[in-house]
């Protein structure tokens, strides 16, 4: 019989086998980078709730743990449609 941490551990390397998969098929549009983006951020959710244990730790940790699976999602988002501006902004040129 499986465990929870099985099960969870099972589902990450689907998400991963998913990713991969979405990854060869060459296609860069939105809806791509849209769903590339929900995985990182289901992912690591799962990894901080189960593997991390964080719905035990103190609020502040979980909070910025969680602020941190909001906030690349975010970032995936931001450079598929603003790459260039981004790279502007963050280049020492």
């Known amino acids: 019989m499986m465990g929870h941490a099985e099960k969870t551990w099972l589902f990450l390397v689907t998400l991963t086998f998913t990713s991969v998969l979405l990854a060869e098929t060459g296609h860069a549009g939105w809806p791509l980078t849209i769903l590339v983006?929900?995985?990182?951020?289901?992912?690591?959710?799962?990894?901080?709730?189960?593997?991390m244990e964080m719905r035990f730790a103190n609020r502040r940790f979980r909070?910025?743990?969680?602020?941190?699976?909001?906030v690349v999602p975010m970032l995936v988002l931001l450079t598929h449609g603003w790459g260039d501006a981004v790279r502007q902004l963050t280049t020492l040129e």
Do not use: D
């Not at 983006?37 to 593997?51: D, P, Q, S, T």
């Not at 909070?63 to 909001?70: E, K």
């Open 63 to 70: 909070r910025i743990l969680l602020l941190f699976i909001t």
């Open 37 to 51: 983006a929900l995985l990182i951020g289901v992912k690591g959710g799962a990894v901080i709730e189960h593997y």
